[in-house]
């Protein structure tokens, strides 16, 4: 199985700008993953999908953010009207269905500078 | 509400020392995961270990081994005969049951292993 994959690695835009991320999941894994982390912080959840459903949304997920799954395969992260405190590196994960057998696995991550 | 503290922020330790890396949770969860990630500078997370809270066995692979103590609410992680390819910064993050499967990491421990 190849591993979690994601596009754009980097991304540097303008404050006011939209921004789209993608994320690929492990094949055959249902549930897909959003996290942020900023500088010398730890990963923080924003939102997770169980196939095409989106399931929870954390408090940090704000009107601009936006994910989608809708095929239940990749998924899509997009933030509208960018601001300089978005600036983080976005991070999916996946794994098969949850409970007892749930590990997460990551991707290589979407490092985003707003300017 | 779940709660990592890694209280550990640097640790740098010469070539071939043992070190150990802290993590004490809290979570209200009876059946909960606990988890050790490896963060390269590449940025991405490398799953490492994942524990369940009814199996209190610790558990050795290779020159890594884990502490799982529920008395004292800790999981703790020793590198023995450390390498430079240790290297990095290392998250502890808990989950709790189906339904409640989001990770909650810990602001990281970064080891730097002097040659």
């Known amino acids: 199985d190849t591993g979690v994959s994601q596009d754009p690695r980097h991304k540097i835009t303008k404050r006011g700008q939209n921004v789209t991320f993608r994320c690929d999941p492990i094949?055959?894994?249902?549930?897909l993953y959003w996290y942020r982390q900023t500088l010398g912080q730890g990963p923080e959840f924003l939102t997770y999908f169980q196939n095409e459903a989106q399931l929870e949304k954390s408090r940090l997920l704000s009107d601009r953010f936006s994910a989608e799954r809708p095929k239940g395969s990749f998924s899509t992260l997009e933030i509208q009207r960018t601001e300089q405190g978005d600036s983080a590196m976005y991070l999916c994960?996946?794994?098969?269905?949850?409970?007892?057998?749930?590990?997460?696995?990551f991707g290589p991550g979407t490092r985003l500078l707003v300017l | 509400a779940q709660k990592v503290t890694q209280a550990q922020t640097e640790i740098s330790v010469v070539e071939k020392e043992d070190v150990t890396l802290d993590c004490v949770y809290e979570?209200?969860?009876?059946?909960?995961?606990l988890f050790w990630y490896k963060q390269p500078p590449s940025g991405e997370l490398v799953f490492l270990i994942r524990?369940?809270?009814?199996?209190?066995q610790n558990e050795i692979s290779g020159r890594y081994s884990w502490n799982f103590q529920k008395s004292t609410s800790s999981f703790n992680f020793t590198i023995t005969a450390s390498q430079v390819v240790d290297s990095a910064v290392y998250f502890c993050?808990?989950?709790?049951?189906?339904?409640?499967?989001?990770?909650?990491f810990g602001t990281g421990t970064r080891l730097t292993i002097i040659p």
């Open positions: 094949s055959e894994h249902n549930r």
């Open positions: 524990r369940n809270s009814f199996d209190e």
């Open positions: 979570t209200r969860d009876t059946t909960y995961y």
């Open positions: 993050a808990l989950s709790g049951n189906f339904g409640n499967e989001k990770l909650t």
């Open positions: 994960a996946s794994s098969p269905t949850g409970g007892i057998q749930e590990t997460q696995y």
